[in-house]
């Protein structure tokens, strides 16, 4: 018998199947406490000498942010927040030898940028339970970075992203952001501007536009304040996945107001907040997707995907490209619409 | 300085950064040994009632295989090999209801068949040990579902699979592999299709066949018997991941002689029995890419990919699609040759 539904992407060729029929609960996937290792914290005050300096530096001076840049002789120790380069960077970037980015059909050079933002002085402050003052210094500092090395020539774009826990792929628990500024347009995001471009030109309208439309009052709505919606996607590749878009139209998150900033940290601290309280702080994923070139500009609409990592991909879904969802979109969005509310009145109160 | 090198998949627009620069070293990822869980082992000989009624029993008869069915009321228990219906299918087979596989553009049932195979009795044979007479048993079981599977009017796609060990999905320790029938040809199999088809329009030569020209020889090549050559793949999206493919052109894994079954058991056991002395039994993926379709026939090889789960996909795999391996391919193979030619010398002596 069959009654588990296999789903399609709303625009990529991505299918996932949703097994109802394996009958888990999102409370199925409860973390234990995982004993925390000792060592010295490499990202906490006092310890800046073991990074390299920092390409950006938040002060507080009189209530104020002051922003610096620090000298390989110096580093600040009083800091709201730094960017620093990635010690052993993925992409790194152009020497004179290496202006020649693309060597053959085959071969490229790893040119670009990567960066790590440490996300507060305080070890223990992740998004989930931030102050949201800190979460919109750490919303500036993705938006300062993304203004910066986008203009650099061989930057095509920038992906700023988030591994929560140790299972999700941080090796240091330091709460901090990463950002990849690579010299071309990853496949998933060039899928999605082609697919955008085609689904623009047949309905003259953006398909993410469309999509809200539609989630923001079906059974797979999670929250919204006056600029933000979240919901679980229709084709969740992960179980108790969601995404937050800006309800204005903007294909590249450098658009955002300052109004925007401050409703996307207090989005992002609520869900985020909620999916810690609903199964005990489980590690996660999460990746902006936005797009730097203008041709982009009216038919794709940036947003934030959070992947919670409680299934793993395996034989199946590595030599098959389709994946497997024990929960279903609409029973992850019950789940959490009603944790972000409870965050919402814990945070008012 | 950026000397990472960033490569494209032999055919798909898969993109890889070869991260020479983290100076990891495959022994870098050696596992530590995990104390083993108790409890019952339903796939055990004479637990055989803990399971579905199996839809195929290899047996010993004189020295030659039996080929049986169980029925609801009757298990057999002396057997070598078993082929079980998955508890929890993810695909299961068609009901009167649900004929109708397609819904709408964006929905589909999950029709078709999910099974496991129990690869020996003995709780501890895994492939990378097992007698060689064992994995020819394995092969040929795989062999016998997929021409049962590949029959049913409903079955576009049959992907055959491995997890091995906790970290890599498998839910239970007892040596098995995995068959999943789908209603339609899976995202990757698909792209590699259309990819293979122009291919062959532009060169009339199967993709495959060349890379096998120059894999068999070069900086990534792993292990060669009469019919079955092993290599890195140029573009590997794993640490030490290798691929096995047939010397002789065949697009259907069902098109092998019985020569070839015993060349493949002996290709995976020295292979997998390398990777595991290597590094001390590492979790892995592996999938046979196998097409069914006719149209497949000239243009299409199948292969097994092997997938050792040493490094874990994070934020940024996930949201762009692109891929971070830490050990170059002609690494892995410098030191994936060295220990399979040494497992090949431990089995002859």
Redesign the interface.
Known sequence: ????????DYLL???V?I?K??KKRPTDFVMNDLSKKGGVCPLCPGNENMTPPAVLVYLSEDGKVRKEKEKNSFRYNDWLLRVIPNL????????QK?LLIKES????????HHEVIVESSCHKEQPATARLSQLVHVINAYLDRLAALSKKPYVK?V?I???HGH????SLSHPHS?L?A?P?V??????ELEASKSFWNKNSECWLCEVLKKEASGPRFIWENSNFVVFAP??SVNPLEFWVLPKRHQSNMLAMSGDEVKDLAETMRLCLGGLRSLLNDPPY?????TILSEDAKDCYHWHL?V?PRLA?????E?????F?NTISPEDAATELRSAVQAEKKALTV
């Open positions: 018998m069959a009654s588990n539904e296999v789903r399609k060729n991505r299918w199947v097994a029929e394996r052993y960077p993925v992409f790194a970037p152009p020497t290496n059909p085959e071969l490229a050079k790893a040119v670009g774009h992906s992203f988030r591994n299972e999700a792929g941080a990463q990849i690579t071309f990853p496949a998933i995001l060039e899928e229709w084709a994923n999460f990746g902006f997707h995907e992947y793993i991909w395996a034989g199946f590595k030599s098959t490209g389709m497997i």
